[in-house]
């Protein structure tokens, strides 16, 4: 069985690394190299990343990238872990109206609803600004956040609002003081999730975010890809950079995410 265990574990880690192999062959590949991708290049050529990092003007695309998903992120974490508390501590017949309606809105494609987004976003001037892309991603990543802070927040014991209330703590400071901080590990899968989420986006960002300068990695990489023209290994290189600084987030979070994500979903 323990044999049986091993080779599972061997399977299913080949299966994963396939993706990053065939990233890191394309990524050093010359542009002039035709052969398969499965194929190991000839030649290593390193000059795919800086080329990549100057064409698509990766430093402008990554500075966009964190201030966004920096952002975005915080508000996230803060609102949903706010919304969280009340949803789970005081199950009146309204909140749980509002946690099936934020529930409901998870089955909801985000592209459904581009078109009139787009109007909206046009008519107050979001076009071309931090604001209106960081205020989009918050909307639509706040069903998953709060559905998997409820869940979290139900299984700490209600034995501490009690204990705190009669030391005379607020409600707001129960959760500020006592609840919140035992929120780690679920705020640390709230980071990795919605992190990697609008880190990645491509949908919004590619409609909002026109102009050169304010372009995030994803749209500024899809420049190297066209109807007459294709340059996967320069794709491939600003993909493995732009994969890097949440790859070493992750490293920092990992620890958490596994508790954060199982007891986040239990009682949710």
């Given at each position: 069985?323990?044999?049986?265990?091993?080779?599972?574990?061997?399977?299913?880690?080949?299966?994963?690394?396939?993706?990053?192999?065939?990233?890191?062959?394309?990524?050093?590949?010359?542009?002039?190299?035709?052969?398969?991708?499965?194929?190991?290049?000839?030649?290593?050529?390193?000059?795919?990343?800086?080329?990549?990092?100057?064409?698509?003007?990766?430093?402008?695309?990554?500075?966009?990238?964190?201030?966004?998903?920096?952002?975005?992120?915080?508000?996230?974490?803060?609102?949903?872990?706010?919304?969280?508390?009340?949803?789970?501590?005081?199950?009146?017949?309204?909140?749980?109206?509002?946690?099936?309606?934020?529930?409901?809105?998870?089955?909801v494609p985000a592209l459904t609803i581009l078109?009139?987004?787009?109007?909206?976003?046009?008519?107050?001037?979001?076009?071309?600004?931090?604001?209106?892309?960081?205020?989009?991603?918050?909307?639509?990543?706040?069903?998953?956040?709060?559905?998997?802070?409820?869940?979290?927040?139900?299984?700490?014991?209600?034995?501490?609002?009690?204990?705190?209330?009669?030391?005379?703590?607020?409600?707001?400071?129960?959760?500020?003081?006592?609840?919140?901080?035992?929120?780690?590990?679920?705020?640390?899968?709230?980071?990795?999730?919605?992190?990697?989420?609008?880190?990645?986006?491509?949908?919004?960002?590619?409609?909002?975010?026109?102009?050169?300068?304010?372009?995030?990695?994803?749209?500024?990489?899809?420049?190297?890809?066209?109807?007459?023209?294709?340059?996967?290994?320069?794709?491939?290189?600003?993909?493995?950079?732009?994969?890097?600084?949440?790859?070493?987030?992750?490293?920092?979070?990992?620890?958490?995410?596994?508790?954060?994500?199982?007891?986040?979903?239990?009682?949710?």
């Open positions: 069985m323990k044999a049986f265990k091993y080779i599972a574990a061997l399977i299913i880690l080949i299966i994963h690394s396939i993706p990053f192999y065939i990233l890191v062959n394309l990524s050093f590949k010359p542009i002039e190299d035709t052969s398969s991708k499965w194929m190991p290049s000839s030649s290593l050529r390193f000059e795919n990343f800086i080329d990549a990092w100057k064409d698509a003007q990766l430093g402008r695309a990554v500075l966009n990238n964190g201030i966004v998903t920096l952002l975005a992120v915080i508000l996230v974490v803060l609102i949903g872990a706010c919304a969280s508390y009340p949803l789970a501590r005081h199950a009146t017949r309204w909140n749980r109206f509002v946690y099936t309606l934020c529930i409901s809105c998870l089955i078109v009139p987004l787009y109007k909206f976003i046009v008519d107050v001037g979001g076009i071309n600004t931090y604001w209106a892309i960081i205020l989009t991603q918050v909307t639509f990543s706040l069903p998953m956040t709060i559905f998997l802070f409820t869940g979290f927040v139900s299984t700490v014991p209600r034995e501490l609002d009690e204990a705190g209330l009669i030391d005379g703590c607020s409600r707001y400071g129960i959760f500020l003081r006592i609840i919140f901080p035992l929120l780690k590990p679920i705020t640390a899968t709230v980071v990795i999730l919605i992190g990697v989420q609008v880190w990645n986006d491509y949908q919004f960002s590619v409609f909002f975010l026109q102009k050169k300068e304010m372009m995030t990695i994803p749209v500024a990489l899809s420049g190297f890809v066209s109807q007459f023209h294709s340059n996967i290994s320069w794709v491939a290189a600003g993909c493995f950079i732009g994969m890097l600084p949440l790859t070493v987030v992750y490293l920092f979070l990992q620890k958490y995410f596994v508790k954060g994500m199982v007891e986040g979903a239990i009682k949710g």
